[in-house]
């Protein structure tokens, strides 16, 4: 764990509290000339703009520690494109030489997957915060549902896609789950059917939406999410917003006690925290290269991140995999709109934080269940 203070101490000119920049004034007139150079020209300092002091905690950089982890997905991602070969006849062969020949292919291609795997992870987290401290209220209901796109797009697109590259048989077996689900959804699934294109195979249309088309949807996403956030400013707590310290939801200046620029600082000391941690689990549980596939076979299970959907295959068929990703995003997609109270401690809040902890439950115990049991065959 990093210590926040250690992070967030005095002693460099763009992170520091209005008291303590009167303090350092008074200390040493001497003008830090590079920085002072530096600033004239681009303008950091206009990220040191004041935000409430729970901005600077842990729990309330998950949305930072997510975006510092999609930018590592970037770097490495460019990475492996250098070597990778998106031809069906070949794709599977180059991502074998990328774990044996590529420079630091192998270390890259752990950090990358399982910093993917993480992601997700904190984005939950940032999502549960959201929940836990009723930050999605008003003003924030429409940045609550561009957060619930961003982890859509990173579960069902970036995951999703991202296994399918690999081409083995796992990769094998996701794409034929897909190819189900597309004839299911008729129409609506279009851009996944065969019969959109004879000029390109499926595995190389997905290299297309893993590498250009996913990011570039990310990236926009992105940029309403922070224009929003910058726009309403971070929500108060919950006992300063059921006290009446924030009206309409957003703190006074007087209450924005800290920097933006300690928050920064946070971010990129729990980023760097992430990518050792991805590059420790790369380690220890190396990324498996499975067979060529076998279409007559199914052996496999999904990603872990899928496991809590995998029981309703067993219930339902494919249609199961549509019936629980529809039924938990659209709850989570109008949750707000439901708990439309101004209150936010969470004893004001008892239903939804009931349905809320059993929805947590349920995609854990089933994700448990999943880990435990044997593959089944769900294609026709
Ligand atoms: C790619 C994934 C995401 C990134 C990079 C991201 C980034 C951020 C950042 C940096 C913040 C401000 C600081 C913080 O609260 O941590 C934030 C706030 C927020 N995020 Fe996200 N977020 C992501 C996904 C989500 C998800 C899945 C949700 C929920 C559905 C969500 C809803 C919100 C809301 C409502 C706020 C305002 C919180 C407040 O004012 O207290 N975000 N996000």
């Not at 991602?77 to 990328?98: C, F, H, K, M």
């Not at 904190?122 to 924030?140: D, E, F, G, Q, S």
């Not at 310290?245 to 924005?256: I, N």
């Amino acid at each position: 764990m990093i210590d926040q203070k250690s992070l967030s101490s005095p002693g460099s000119s763009i992170d520091t509290t209005p008291a303590e920049e009167e303090k350092q004034a008074s200390k040493s007139k001497k003008p830090d000339k590079v920085w002072g150079w530096l600033d004239e020209r681009v303008g950091f300092s206009v990220l040191r703009y004041a935000v409430p002091a729970h901005a600077n905690t842990f729990w309330y950089t998950l949305g930072g520690i997510t975006f510092m982890g999609i930018v590592v997905l970037a770097i490495t991602g460019v990475w492996l494109a250098q070597y990778y070969n998106p031809d069906p006849s070949t794709a599977r062969e180059s991502v074998i030489y990328i774990q044996n020949n590529a420079p630091l292919g192998d270390v890259i291609r752990g950090i990358h997957v399982w910093t993917a795997y993480l992601v997700v992870i904190t984005a939950v987290l940032h999502l549960i915060r959201i929940v836990v401290t009723a930050a999605y209220k008003r003003p924030r209901e429409l940045n609550w549902v561009v957060g619930i796109a961003l982890l859509g797009m990173l579960l069902f697109v970036g995951i999703f896609s991202g296994t399918i590259l690999r081409w083995d048989q796992e990769s094998y077996e996701a794409m034929s789950h897909n190819m189900e689900l597309t004839n299911l959804l008729g129409a609506l699934g279009g851009y996944f059917a065969d019969a959109f294109t004879t000029s390109v195979s499926m595995l190389p249309r997905l290299y297309v939406l893993h590498v250009s088309i996913m990011p570039l949807l990310l990236a926009l996403l992105l940029i309403v999410h922070f224009f929003m956030i910058k726009h309403h400013g971070i929500s108060p707590t919950a006992t300063q917003a059921d006290n009446g310290e924030a009206p309409a939801g957003k703190l006074p200046p007087f209450k924005m006690t800290a920097r933006y620029t300690t928050h920064l600082r946070l971010m990129v000391g729990y980023g760097i925290a992430l990518l050792g941690l991805a590059g420790m689990l790369g380690t220890i549980f190396p990324q498996a290269i499975g067979p060529t596939p076998d279409p007559s076979m199914e052996i496999t299970k999904p990603p872990f991140l899928f496991f809590w959907i995998y029981p309703f295959e067993n219930w339902f068929g494919i249609p199961g995999i549509l019936y629980s990703a529809v039924a938990l995003f659209g709850f989570l997609t109008i949750m707000p709109f439901i708990d439309r109270t101004p209150l936010r401690r969470l004893r004001s809040r008892r239903v939804i934080m009931v349905i809320g902890l059993i929805l947590l439950v349920a995609v854990l115990v089933l994700s448990i269940m999943t880990a435990l049991a044997p593959t089944a065959r769900h294609l026709s």
